[in-house]
Nanobody, 116 residues
């Protein structure tokens, strides 16, 4: 079955960096667009990064553009989110996501806390 396992979250000071990883299995990874979402306390889940199957196209909302970079390694079934210049408002649980035949799949999430 489809499995997504995120890692790499933690506590970081404002202005710092973190790199999140997502290990995927149970589907043909190289054929699917992958996404990262986040959910802050008391808020809905929002999209933060998208990467197409071959990695040729990426997309970000304005809130993270220029600070976050999504990438993937199709030989390892991994997708990454490099987060730089982190702000307190980036504090959230970050989720890896894939949409297969109209069904969304999620990992368990990894907590990112940006605080001094």
């Amino acid at each position: 079955q489809v499995q997504l396992v995120e890692s790499g979250g933690g506590l970081v000071q404002p202005g710092g960096s973190l790199k999140l990883s997502c290990a995927a299995s149970g589907f043909t990874f190289s054929r699917n667009t992958m996404r990262w979402y986040r959910q802050a306390p008391g808020k809905g889940r929002g999209l933060v990064a998208t990467i197409t199957s071959a990695g040729g196209i990426t997309n970000y909302p304005d809130s993270v553009k220029g600070r976050f970079t999504i990438s993937r390694d199709n030989t390892k079934n991994m997708v990454y989110l490099q987060m730089n210049s982190l702000k307190p408002e980036d504090t959230a649980v970050y989720y890896c996501n894939v949409l297969i035949a109209g069904t969304p799949y999620w990992g368990q999430g990894t907590q990112v806390t940006v605080s001094s």
